[in-house]
């Protein structure tokens, strides 16, 4: 679909995609509100000024995901949910929901699901004779202290088994709402079992309102950061994304945040516009900065090796040519400046302790 086709309608109050009219994968029909009354009223409800999340609890036999990508510092994952309620235009975990034939758009932060029986199955894994530990990550689809984590503590209920069986666990968040089981995570980081990365976009609350509309305003997730590192826990700031032309300029000032507030090391991806994220984030330019629309384009597609997204390994992360390296080098100027990323830290796996199997007489000591 060429970009000018795009229709751009009235950014949505609370909400970060305009829509969820943009280009379908797996012949999902276009879910563009076509003006009739009753199609307006299945989408969003009886008041058309408000969208309702829903929350559907689902079932899953496995809970634990295995990956082989060379630029991932882990080859295991949890996501408690599928679908994030604070609305990232920029998430590249959108597209995920087309595989359920929902859309990447709206359906993505307001139609979610929960997986409450995820501990249980977790425990059933990590008991089997031929699991062995590695580093297991939280939050890397979705992000696991989303609003409705309050209500189902599923998180919580991972952390508990992580604690019981001394498993190595690192969390990635946009979210305060970490620090509510920071109990949990004392008792690991003092065996050198946890990490948290507390995800900073922008120091600009209005800018994080469009970006990020139902996340934790920035100052929020720093003083976070601070807390978290006042107990003890590992912090890592991640830049992420950097969005060109919107808040790469606030590149040191985050950084110098961090390091204030106790964190322990940053790092930066680029904005990654995968699938029908980009015709998405092309609708929220159009809504928010159309007069900064084709420069931030222009210098993405630059990054990208001349298309919107570059899905390769490694470059991926990392971006390509002279405004990811630039961003790069702005980076470790203003994290050694901040006597940051001085340190590494490894998180131990000869704790673990194999949890009984269900049924097994072990259960009964």
């Given amino acids: 679909m060429d970009d000018k086709s795009i229709i751009s309608p009235p950014p949505r109050k609370g909400r970060g995609a305009p829509s ?23 989408m969003i409800g009886d008041d058309p000024s408000k ?21 991932l510092p882990f080859d295991r994952s949890i996501n408690a949910y599928r679908g994030c309620e604070h609305g990232c235009i920029y998430c590249y975990a959108r597209p995920t929901h087309a595989y359920h034939d929902l859309s990447p758009g709206l359906d993505f932060e307001s139609k979610l699901f929960a997986k409450p029986n995820a501990a249980e199955l977790l425990r059933q894994t990590l008991a089997k004779p031929n699991y062995q530990p590695a580093n297991l990550a939280i939050g890397t689809n979705t992000d696991p202290y989303q609003p409705i984590e ?56 209005g800018t994080a309102r469009l970006l990020e509309p139902r996340a934790p305003s920035p100052p929020r997730r720093l003083e976070a950061v601070r807390k978290l590192s006042e107990a003890g826990i ?48 092309e609708q929220w330019l159009e809504s928010h900065y159309p007069d900064r629309k084709s420069k931030v384009m222009s ?20 971006g390509q040519g002279p405004w ?9 100027i203003a994290s050694r400046k901040a006597g940051l990323n001085r340190t590494k830290i490894n998180l131990r796996t000869d704790l673990f302790r194999r949890p009984p199997m269900a049924g097994s007489q072990m259960e009964l000591f």
């Fill in 234 to 281: 590992y912090v890592h700031v991640n830049i992420a994304p950097v969005v060109p032309g919107i808040t790469d300029h606030e590149i040191e000032a985050i950084v110098a945040a961090a390091a204030d507030c106790g964190a322990k090391s940053t790092s930066f991806i680029p904005m990654r516009l995968p699938h029908e994220v980009a015709p998405l984030f």
């Fill in 324 to 332: 990811a390296e630039l961003i790069r080098t702005r980076l470790a």
């Fill in 51 to 71: 969208l309702r999340t829903t929350v559907t609890t689902e079932f899953p036999k496995s809970i634990i995901n295995y990956n082989k990508s060379p630029d």
């Fill in 20 to 42: 969820n009219a943009v280009p379908q994968r797996f012949n999902l029909q276009n879910r563009e509100i076509d003006g009739d009354w009753l199609d307006e009223r299945d």
């Fill in 150 to 205: 309050k209500r189902f503590r599923i998180t919580r209920q991972i952390l508990e088994v992580m604690l019981e069986t001394l498993h190595p666990v690192v969390i990635t968040t946009k979210s305060n709402r970490v620090v509510d089981d920071i109990d949990l995570l004392v008792r690991l980081a003092v065996q050198q079992l946890t990490a948290v990365t507390i995800s900073v976009t922008t120091l600009d609350p």
């Fill in 299 to 318: 210098i993405v597609r630059q990054m990208r090796g001349g298309k919107r997204n570059d899905a390769e390994f490694h470059s991926r992360m990392r």
